[in-house]
């Protein structure tokens, strides 16, 4: 029978890949700036400083866009509790740094494009600040989970909003839009790959433990989905437009990532390895 380790043993054991690829990670990152791709010029005040505020044709993006900026926007919004969940399984030395490298990312993410729809008059600002206001009442939990479930996780959360906003870019919506998408994507790329090395290291040190954790991820897997303004879920909306289909997360998101882990062709693994690695069968 294979060994297991308890969550504390695999914070210690990995801390040392953790620190590697926060130092990999930071150097490979862009530092963009969230100011630079907002258009201040096109500004105008609303009615409560003497402006004119919001209607419908105000704005001149297409109903596609607006929808992938949305819910953007509103998972961005959410980042409070994002953060809670994974701070609460990684507090400690390099993990915790990690997270608030992680965090940081993801808060530019949502000051970006909060401007940029506020700015260019994209959306009714009062319907979105609504929704945001219901979305972070009703905050996000997870399940409890051990430590590489939170990883394996992570890194499939990571590599579909990578999907949705290289999507998004595909667009060809206006040169602002295709930018920003673009610098979320690659953000959102390199956050996978940090998860994705952290759980190719606990699966050398426990694979029959790694694989059923992977196995029990993908069976629970669901992307952040957040209540419309307009009404009904971004999960259907957004598969309707062709933004992200979870139909297709088998192939764009599960398959990249159990090829890179080289789970269909491992030789370590112990009987309960081999009966989880049978459940992702069907992803070969």
């Not at 994974?86 to 965090?103: D, H, I, M, N, Q």
């Not at 940081?104 to 401007?115: D, F, G, V």
């Not at 940090?194 to 790694?210: M, R």
Request: negative net charge; proline residues 5%; hydrophobic residues 45%.
């Amino acid at each position: 029978m294979q060994k297991t380790l308890t969550d504390r043993e695999l914070l210690d054991a990995l801390a040392d890949v953790v620190e590697t690829n926060l130092n990999r990670h930071i150097e490979a990152a862009e530092g963009w700036q969230p100011h630079d791709l907002v258009p201040w010029s096109d500004g105008r005040n609303f009615a409560f400083l003497g402006g004119t505020d919001w209607a419908p044709d105000q704005s001149d993006l297409s109903e596609t866009a607006k929808l992938a900026l949305t819910v953007s926007v509103l998972v961005a919004d959410n980042l409070p509790s994002y953060h809670r969940e994974l701070g609460k399984y990684l507090r400690t030395g390099p993990w915790w740094r990690w997270v608030g490298r992680w965090t940081a990312e993801e808060n530019r993410h949502e000051i970006m494009l909060r401007n940029y729809l506020m700015l260019t008059r994209a959306v009714d600002p009062v319907a979105l600040e609504r929704a945001r206001m219901a979305h972070m009442t009703a905050g996000f939990n997870r399940p409890p989970l051990h430590l590489i479930d939170v990883l394996a996780t992570c890194a499939f959360e990571e590599a579909a909003a990578a999907i949705r906003h290289r999507n998004t870019a595909a667009l060809g919506e206006n040169p602002i839009v295709t930018a920003m998408a673009e610098k979320l994507a690659v953000d959102d790329e390199l956050q996978a790959e940090f998860f994705a090395e952290l759980v190719s290291a606990a699966l050398d040190l426990v694979p029959d433990q790694g694989v059923r954790a992977i196995a029990d991820q993908v069976a629970a897997f669901r992307v952040p989905h957040v209540d419309l303004p307009g009404g009904g879920s971004s999960d259907e909306a957004l598969a309707a437009a062709g933004i992200y289909d979870p139909a297709k997360e088998g192939e764009l998101v599960f398959k990249p990532l159990l090829q890179r882990w080289n789970i269909f062709t491992r030789t370590d693994l112990g009987e309960e390895g081999e009966k989880a690695r049978a459940e992702l069968a069907h992803l070969a």
